[in-house]
């Protein structure tokens, strides 16, 4: 299995901005599909963003207009840029990285197979 590791969580103000930094192990080109994810508490796990093969792009509606996902394969690195912060964004945030199995983004966890340990954002209103 592949290894990921998240780093850039934080705690801010509403309205501030964070950028997500997960590190993939190996040849970040070896997992087309590559999402972020977030748990808050009492809630289940949703997909938030995903990019697919370096360059198709989705978002959860929630955030589409605010967050932005790009992925560097000479650092072999994907990012979650996160503008105009919401309380309501507060969660852990976990990277994920798939085969490929729908040649699209996807937003479903059935497509990821390797999971990093997540990275904490907290934001405060």
């Known amino acids: 299995q592949g290894f990921l590791m998240e780093s850039g969580g934080g705690s801010v103000q509403a309205g501030e901005s964070l950028r997500l930094s997960c590190q993939v192990a190996?040849?970040?080109?070896?997992?087309?599909?590559l999402g972020w994810f977030r748990k808050a508490p009492g809630k289940g796990r949703e997909g938030v963003a995903s990019?697919?093969?370096?360059?198709?792009?989705y978002y959860h509606d929630s955030v589409r207009d605010r967050f932005s996902i790009a992925q560097d394969n000479a650092l072999n690195t994907v990012y979650l840029q996160m503008n105009s912060l919401k309380p309501e964004d507060t969660a852990m945030y976990y990277c994920?990285?798939?085969?490929?199995?729908?040649?699209?983004?996807?937003?479903?966890?059935?497509?990821?197979?390797?999971w990093g340990q997540g990275t904490q954002v907290t934001v405060s209103s």
């Open positions: 990019i697919f093969r370096g360059r198709s792009t």
């Open positions: 994920a990285a798939g085969p490929g199995v729908v040649a699209i983004p996807s937003l479903n966890e059935r497509d990821y197979r390797d």
């Open positions: 190996g040849d970040i080109r070896n997992y087309p599909t």
